[in-house]
């Protein structure tokens, strides 16, 4: 049991990590006076800070202050982390959440329940049921969270009630759910999301004052893209293409809100997913002026730019004169007909036989690319990795004349389940894409250097986590992998003090002096 007294705060050390481990049912073991805080620091994201089996990791509802930065906790198989308190204030930032295997073992992640002052910035979520648990009625505060990452959850976030706003957050390889909304009582939005193989990159339900409004996603490669119910949703520019079966797909009550004027069109980019949108007793589609790309799939009559059913209102056809849907594209073609979509009513208790809807548009457009939906290097850059026609070609052992873009993505993948978390096989590959010299590289490749360092980085900790590298203390020899660890460091505090980028270059020089000394895992958050 750990008992925090009045006034106190408890704080990590530099060496060392918390662990939690108690066998009760609630595992209720900390406890704290008034005016109490934790504080959880270290110096860099890969440092295990805490490691939690026990069934929660509960934060006494004493306690004023809760923030974690610069490192990692670790859950065990249904794990969470718990904040009773409905007046705690909550920091997070440079947090990596993750299981304490390296793989998906279903922890909870982080139960937050609509606390007023709530703080999460560029934290990463990884392998549990949940990533975030927003369950926002309690308190009654929205939610925001900036520029994190929600990977391989069943669901990256989980929000009930209030509304949710998120500033460049990325939703990759979820289960079920990149974000799962429901509920939703107040406006959300979601600002430069990226969204690509989950199963349903997001799902939103709420009342018709809980819009949602999403500008300038990149969403591809899910089985659907947006799914929404109940309530209005906007989208403004960006990218929603891709997805197996559907791009947008609209339930009972919803409005897909895709409609331009003189001064400002959406201009999304909604290409080749099996059926762009998709209609479930929605109330209404609007896309005039819109200048969207709707083309789906080629494929023949049953992928169709819109399909489904509209509810009737007052009238069985609430369309009498048809549905005005001009300035768009429908096709390769350019043209518009009744095969680019298939709408009726739904049956209803004054429309029992479904009525065919017909859409207008008398001046078809080639469409427009907007935001992210414009190629790099001019949209933003976390897609450069993806997408990076500026990146130079590059010649390692293992790279010969390959875009450093295509080449970095590979050496990452080294350490995904696919290639059986070969870790060390990352570290060598991102190792020599790192010390190949790119002459002025341009702001895309800066982009895609800086992540290949990052994910070097974490790669390197779990192979010495999961022992594909062996600690050797006071060495005089280094391993080869090592050795090249030390040289990407050398070369980046270089980089560092040519920018004056001082905050860098601290950083760089100190994990730079703990991996020559031998001292692996104090220095990468291990035990």
Not at 288 to 311: E, K, Y
């Amino acid at each position: 049991m750990a008992q925090l007294k009045s006034r106190c705060s408890s704080s990590d050390g530099y060496d060392g990590f918390i662990l939690l481990n108690s066998s009760d049912f609630p595992s209720a073991n900390v406890t704290a006076e008034t005016n109490c805080q934790i504080v959880l620091e270290n110096n860099n994201m890969w440092k295990k800070l805490i490691e939690i089996t026990q069934e929660s990791f509960y934060i006494p509802k004493t306690i004023t202050n809760f923030n974690i930065g610069l490192g990692t906790v670790e859950f065990g198989v249904g794990s969470r982390i718990n904040v009773d308190g409905l007046n705690t204030s909550i920091s997070f930032s440079d947090v990596t959440f993750t299981s304490n295997s390296g793989t998906f073992n279903a922890h909870r992640g982080v139960h937050l329940f609509g606390q007023p002052n709530v703080h999460i910035n560029h934290c990463f979520f990884d392998f549990g049921r949940l990533g975030i648990f927003a369950y926002l009625t309690y308190g009654g505060s929205p939610i925001e969270i900036q520029n994190s990452v929600f990977r391989n959850n069943n669901y990256g976030i989980y929000s009930y009630d209030k509304g949710v706003k998120l500033m460049n957050c990325s939703f990759e390889r979820n289960a079920k759910y990149g974000w799962f909304a429901d509920m939703m009582s107040f406006p959300s939005y979601s600002t430069l999301g990226y969204a690509i193989n989950n199963d349903v990159a997001y799902h939103y339900k709420g009342n018709a004052s809980a819009t949602l409004s999403i500008n300038d996603p990149w969403i591809s490669n899910n089985r659907i893209g947006v799914s929404v119910v109940g309530t209005n949703c906007s989208i403004d520019c960006g990218r929603v293409s891709d997805n197996l079966e559907y791009g947008f797909y609209m339930g009972y009550n919803s409005v897909l809100d895709m409609q331009g004027s003189a001064s400002s069109v959406p201009q999304v980019t909604a290409t080749d997913n099996g059926i762009t949108i998709g209609l479930n007793i929605a109330k209404r589609v609007d896309l005039i002026g819109g200048f969207n790309n709707l083309r789906p799939i080629s494929g023949g009559n049953s992928f169709t730019a819109v399909n489904g059913t509209i509810s009737p209102t007052l009238s069985c056809n609430p369309f009498p004169a048809g549905l005005d849907v001009k300035n768009n594209n429908w096709n390769s073609t350019g043209s518009f007909s009744s095969n680019d979509y298939n709408v009726t009513t739904s049956i209803s208790a004054n429309c029992v036989t479904p009525v065919n809807i017909t859409l207008i548009d008398n001046s078809p457009q080639p469409g427009t690319f907007c935001g992210q939906a414009i190629p790099c290097p001019n949209c933003r850059g976390e897609n450069a990795l993806n997408y990076c026609p500026s990146c130079d070609d590059i010649i390692t052992s293992n790279y010969y004349l390959e875009e450093l873009n295509e080449a970095s993505r590979d050496a990452i993948d080294k350490s995904s389940s696919g290639h059986g978390y070969n870790y060390v096989e990352a570290v060598r590959r991102l190792s020599e894409i790192l010390m190949y010299n790119i002459s002025s590289p341009d702001a895309s490749e800066m982009y895609v250097i800086n992540v290949s360092l990052e994910k070097l980085l974490e790669a390197f900790a779990n192979a010495f986590m999961f022992d594909q590298l062996l600690e050797v203390d006071n060495s005089s020899t280094l391993s080869t992998e090592v050795n090249n660890v030390v040289v990407v460091l050398e070369k980046y505090i270089q980089l560092a003090i040519n920018a004056n980028d001082i905050k860098h270059c601290i950083a760089s020089c100190r994990l730079h002096q703990h991996v020559c000394s031998g001292n692996i895992y104090k220095c990468y958050g291990m035990p």
